[in-house]
């Protein structure tokens, strides 16, 4: 069964600090990787996607990936207290009517 | 910029009722999802379409869910009868053909059963 593990939280970091955001996933066949950002009762909103290990850069948001140690991660730079949010992993496998298996997310929390 | 529409918003039904979702996708997108998202959990797929056709279902509680999309456009999800543990959000996604994993979230149906 395919598994997506991420630390519940709350992580919190003050304003301006670097956020860090882990990600482990169980399904050596998996192909593509993507953050959604979720407000409390709100939908998931997609923020970052990454395919090639490596890093990936999109503003203040920074994707990692490491498909060998099977691990991927988020970091968002200049923290700021909108982002304060649930941030969810997902991971598909990028072939035919592939589905996303989800992590339970990790809460982040931003303090002034 | 096009959304996924999804509605009611809200909804609160007492057990043994039957409650239908409605949501009609990004136009173009001829994959849709069902998921349901318990609070403090990730999104669970239920059911998975490719225009009118069902890919997935495997995890959907085939006694009381069922779900359509007759036309290839939107889609139903219906609970007959609804349970104390399906209280959740249920949420509708769809992604284009050539990028068929990034996925679009509407805004949810949120859903008590009491």
């Known amino acids: 069964q395919k598994e997506v593990e991420q630390n519940s939280g709350p992580l919190s970091v003050p304003e301006g600090a670097i956020a860090s955001l882990n990600c482990t996933y169980s399904?050596?066949?998996?192909?593509?990787f993507f953050w959604y950002r979720q407000y409390s009762g709100k939908s998931p909103e997609l923020i970052m996607s990454?395919?090639?290990?490596g890093d990936k850069e999109d503003g203040r948001f920074t994707a990692q990936l490491n498909k060998a140690s099977q691990y991927v991660s988020l970091l968002i730079r200049d923290s700021q207290p909108s982002d304060s949010a649930t941030y969810l992993c997902a991971v598909g496998m990028n072939s035919g009517y592939s589905t996303l298996t989800f992590g339970k997310g990790t809460m982040l929390l931003v303090s002034p | 910029e096009a959304e996924v529409a999804q509605s009611p918003r809200y909804k609160i039904t007492e057990k043994s009722q039957a409650v239908a979702f409605w949501c009609d996708p990004i136009s173009g997108h001829a994959t849709l999802y069902w998921y349901r998202q318990i609070l403090g959990q990730g999104p669970e797929l239920l059911v998975q379409?490719?225009?009118?056709?069902?890919?997935?279902d495997s995890q959907l509680p085939k006694d009381r869910f069922s779900a359509e999309r007759l036309k290839g456009v939107d889609s139903t999800l219906k609970i007959q009868p609804a349970e104390l543990g399906d209280s959740a959000m249920y949420l509708c996604?769809?992604?284009?053909?050539?990028?068929?994993?990034?996925?679009?979230f509407g805004p949810g149906t949120r859903l008590l059963v009491l």
């Open positions: 399904d050596r066949g998996s192909q593509s």
């Open positions: 990454i395919y090639s290990n």
């Open positions: 996604a769809s992604s284009p053909a050539r990028e068929r994993e990034t996925q679009y």
């Open positions: 379409f490719q225009d009118e056709s069902v890919v997935d």
